[in-house]
């Protein structure tokens, strides 16, 4: 128990048989229950885990029958916690990646109701510029703002952080059987958390790196697949929460913004076409796409605004 609050701490584990024995041993004492679960790990973690389970009966070992990916177990972790009325469910990486000391201030805006769900932030520190990979570094920075247009979290940054604590309105709010089931699960769910209006904050934590962790994510890959998923789910945000819970005029603004990028598009290829075929600009061609362009801007800039306007008090005051 943390200040009279049960907290359950879900643990996704794929071949972590260096990492997994450290990350238990180093859990603080106030957590409840450790929830591990491994999603037909190809090494030996289920056995060390279970060799740790003998002296710590604090663990519950979870084993997926097929690979879920890292988003399906936390999934099937979160639905453990709800299950069993948990007032917390904290996310801790299997390969210890995750502080255990940055922990409590992770929960205390939580358990002191300030917030419904708060999440590390590595970059505060400062350090993480010089403690990331620099290529994870600038897409982490280019995925963190399209979370912010698609989640309307304009506040929360450093989104690919997976460290993160819930409270139970959510645990008991949220289908976790639709959320994502790979890498861009932290995505998925800030975007699902604004349609239902929770507070978030960022608490500053340590990035940690070199400890022997081995990363199964491939930045470049998952920059694309993420940005695709981020794509469907701000359409899905817009539709959830400006049509069908509000008739908000944002949603004419955004929607004039993107029919104006498309004719922008339209209007510039048609614009090069003509240049590479005649050697010629006519001038009215290019007003146009000039004229378009800039209506193009306005409009969404217009709509992040009112988005941003609608958002700014679900954080920690
Ligand atoms: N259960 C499960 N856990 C996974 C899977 N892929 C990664 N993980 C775990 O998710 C955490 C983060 O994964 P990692 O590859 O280190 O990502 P990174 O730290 O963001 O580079 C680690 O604890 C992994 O063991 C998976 O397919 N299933
Ligand atoms: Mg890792």
Redesign the pocket.
């Known amino acids: 128990m943390y200040k009279n609050k049960s907290i359950c701490v879900v643990?996704?584990?794929?071949?972590?048989e260096t990492q997994i024995s450290n990350v238990i041993e180093t859990m603080p004492d106030y957590v409840d229950n450790i929830v591990i679960?491994?999603?037909v790990s190809n090494d030996e973690t289920v056995k060390v885990i279970e060799q740790c389970r003998r002296v710590n009966e604090k663990i519950v070992l979870i084993k997926?029958e097929a690979?879920?990916?890292?988003g399906?177990?936390i999934g099937t972790g979160y639905k453990w916690a709800r299950d069993n009325n948990f007032d917390c469910a904290v996310v801790m990486?299997?390969?210890g990646?995750m502080d255990p000391d940055d922990l409590a201030g992770l929960l205390d805006p939580v358990v002191e109701d300030r917030v419904d769900c708060s999440k590390g932030n590595r970059l505060f520190t400062g350090e993480a510029y010089k403690k990331i990979p620099k290529v994870r570094y600038f897409g982490n920075a280019f995925l963190s703002f399209l979370t912010k247009v698609a989640s309307g979290y304009w506040h929360i940054a450093d989104s690919?952080s997976?460290y993160t604590v819930i409270n139970r309105k959510i645990l008991h709010t949220i289908d976790w059987d639709t959320m994502y089931k790979r890498?861009g699960q932290p995505n998925d769910l800030l975007v699902r958390l604004n349609v239902f209006n929770f507070r978030i904050t960022d608490v500053p934590v340590q990035p940690v790196y070199n400890i022997g962790?081995k990363?199964?994510?491939n930045i470049s890959k998952v920059v694309f697949t993420i940005s695709w998923l981020l794509t469907r789910m701000f359409l899905w945000r817009m539709k959830e929460k400006y049509i069908i819970r509000d008739f908000h005029p944002l949603i004419l603004f955004y929607m004039l913004g993107g029919l104006f990028s498309l004719m922008t598009v339209v209007l510039f290829v048609r614009l090069f076409y003509y240049w590479f075929s005649t050697g010629h600009i006519p001038p009215i061609n290019a007003l146009a796409a000039m004229f378009s362009f800039m209506s193009a801007s306005l409009f969404t800039l217009f709509g992040m605004w009112f988005d941003m306007e609608y958002n700014k008090d679900l954080k920690d005051k």
Do not use: K, R
């Open positions: 643990v996704p584990a794929y071949n972590e679960v491994d999603d997926h690979n879920q990916g890292v399906g177990a990486a299997g390969d990646q690919q997976g890498y962790e990363s199964g994510l």
